[in-house]
């Protein structure tokens, strides 16, 4: 059985809405909606979505406007990675290697996953490896 696929639909014409969900919800995908670009922000934030269908014009924020400010509010994968080599260098390494993944899979990372830092050192001929979560 797999897992229930979920579909955010951002109109403010809710007929929309009510279509994907009618052609949807009988393959496996939970179709949730909002009205407005400001709405869809919302619920983005609060859970993830496997697909994102946004109406373009609409009152108010338009789904690009939307699709940028999601983009905008992405994780700065540079600045976590600064942040573990400051903190492997305050261990007293000196890591000559660093990587960023999701904490679940080790998949490389989109907005919102909870993160692990992978860094690695040498120590003589040695290879330490540690991990920071955020």
Known sequence: MSAIRKVLVVDDDPVVGKSFDRVLSGKGYAVITASSGQEALNKLEAEDYDVVYTDIKMPGMSGL???EQVKAGGTDIAAVEAQAMQALRARGW????MTVRRRADLQPPGAGDPLVALGAARLGTTRLIDNLEF
């Open 94 to 97: 000196k890591p000559d290697y």
């Open 65 to 67: 406007e939307m699709a």
